[in-house]
């Protein structure tokens, strides 16, 4: 069905090649999983399917891709939109209409398909997805799971043979993750679609993948089974290294396969007490992680930052934040979870001070923002946004982060020093608005993170970040709290929150429905549960991490005494 023939492509003629001498070759009705750290090349590859790379990115392009026997050398992508259908990261922005009647018609109307066939295909699409009931809705009105569906239907009136999603889960919640992921293993054994997604939270569309495609960063891509690549890909669910941890050969690709093999490591981990599930590199050096401090002593820790008492947020009729109460003290992090459409984003902005508020109190020191100069606010609460690059204006990234290090008050290169802990490798000269969204959200991270102030307030911060960026930007998270500072992460990331947070605060219609340490509050939640709780279950273990240092200390237990003077 695709198939790639030497292909090569280069943004800048001499600049390092995004993709070098790809052949693959990916037969009809496979679900195809591409990964590998940010910036490797995934959305290049993505968009090389039906042509928009390089026609609407620049580029140099070399070799040929070719779709069901179609070159995408002679035909512009318009032309494709017939066999490819793509859904990008963010589903409102791709969005052309008002409602969902009307989006899902609106790519057939360009096709100049007949209007009987157009109200069929409707119809069909609406009942496929389960989305029936939302026909007359304002997509803007919808949560991110319904607008990631509706997104995907779209494309699917046109009877593609191909579908193409960039991060198609990123900003969804568990429960709304499974059902777009159930609706597109609809797509491929019912229909034979031939569905190509690139996802760094591999985790979730592992255990369904046919097909493996690892771009290490050199350009190439590696192809394979999942169980044929997992044992040396650089990248890996949690599931994944739990099985690493413990020796497991052929290594776990699902919760299921792990838990079935378990039971001996449940066995000898049952009167171990689990050590902190923060990463190992937590440990490092203040200097190791430059972010701006904040003037005088730092807070003891448990000392309150931040009160808010009775927040209520309010749209017209809807109540998006009912009476809500926050405490958060020095010295800890706070995850802040609850499905798409909770009220998560618009409490954070309620305490921040630029959102609307109905009613209720913020106390920082100083006052409350809400009733602060904007500077004085984001100098007592800081927040970095879901859309993070609203935030970026400068030309080059060496511009933004010279910015930031200036507005802040910190050392020169600071902002640079944290960017690379993030993201290694972008390009100073680069416009911010060419990086990919992972990379963009590191740059707006360091720029926020260098600041610093006493409360920090991240809406969904790892969203297009790998394990890798994610394991780093954790570990910046973990030095704020011991520097005294608040974090609260707005997230729907299980896995980032079982190894970070000290505690979880859950949302469901507005309200507070759960608040409590980490390990309490995901370890009795099926749909917060990370994966290595779930395969332990009962026993509260969070990580691999966490379990790979009680197995070490183990074998170190067990390891007969060295004698004086014996070798090493």
Known sequence: MITFEDVSFRYEEDGPAALAGVDLHIPEGELCLVTGHTGTGK?????????????????????????????????????FAHLVGRVGQDPLAGFVTDNVEE????????????????????????????????RGRALRSLSGGQQQRVAIGSVLTSHPSVLVLDEPTSALDPTAAEDVL???????????????????????????????????????????????????????????????????????????????????????????????????????PPSAVPVGRPAGE??????????????????????????????LAAGEVTALMGRNGSGKSSLLWAVQGSGPRRSGTVEVAGGDPGDLPAADARARVGLVPQTAAD????????????????????????????????APGIGGASHPRDLSEGQQLALVLAIQLTAAPPVMLLDEPTRG????????????????????????????????????????????????????????????????????????????????????????????????????????
Not at 64 to 69: D, F, H, I, L
């Open 43 to 79: 959305s290049t590859l993505l968009g090389a399917v039906n042509g928009l790379v390089p026609r609407f990115t620049g580029g140099h392009l070399r070799g040929r891709v070719t779709v069901a026997g179609q070159g995408t050398e002679s035909r512009p992508p318009q032309e």
């Open 103 to 134: 989006e899902l018609a609106y790519g057939m109307e360009q096709l100049a398909v007949r209007p009987e066939v157009m109200r069929k295909r409707v119809e069909e699409t609406l009942d496929l997805l389960g989305i029936a009931e939302l």
């Open 182 to 284: 159930s609706a597109v293993l609809r797509l491929v054994h019912d229909l034979g679609v031939t569905v190509l997604i690139a996802e760094h939270r591999m985790e979730r569309v592992l255990q369904y993948a046919d097909r493996l495609l690892y771009l290490p960063g050199d350009g190439t891509v590696r192809d394979g089974t999942p169980a044929e690549l997992m044992p040396d890909c650089a990248v890996a669910p949690p599931v994944v290294q739990l099985g690493r941890v413990a020796g497991w050969s052929p290594l776990p690709l699902s919760v299921r396969d792990a838990r079935r093999r378990a039971a001996g490591l449940r066995e000898r981990l049952t009167d171990r007490a689990p050590g902190p599930p923060h990463p190992a590199d937590v440990d490092v």
């Open 298 to 327: 730092p807070p003891a820790a448990g000392e309150p930052l931040l009160t808010a008492r009775a927040v209520t947020v309010t749209y017209g009729s809807t109540v998006a934040v009912r009476r809500v109460d926050l405490r």
């Open 391 to 422: 935030l970026l204006y400068l030309q080059t990234v060496d511009e933004e982060c010279e910015q930031s290090d200036a507005e802040s008050g910190a050392g020169k290169g600071s902002c640079r020093a944290l960017l690379d802990r993030l």
């Open 465 to 568: 970040l790998d394990y890798a960026a994610k394991r780093r930007f954790g570990a910046v998270v973990r030095r704020l709290a011991a520097d005294g500072r608040s974090v609260v992460i707005a997230t729907h990331d299980v896995e980032f929150v079982a190894a970070v947070a000290d505690r979880v605060v859950v949302m469901a219609d507005g309200e507070i429905v759960a608040d409590g340490a980490t390990p309490d509050v995901v370890c009795s939640s099926p749909a917060f549960a990370p994966q290595v709780a779930k395969v332990l279950s009962p026993l509260p273990w969070l990580t691999p991490d966490q379990v790979g240092r009680a197995l070490a200390a183990d074998l170190e237990e067990a390891a007969p005494p060295r004698t004086e003077g014996a070798p090493r």
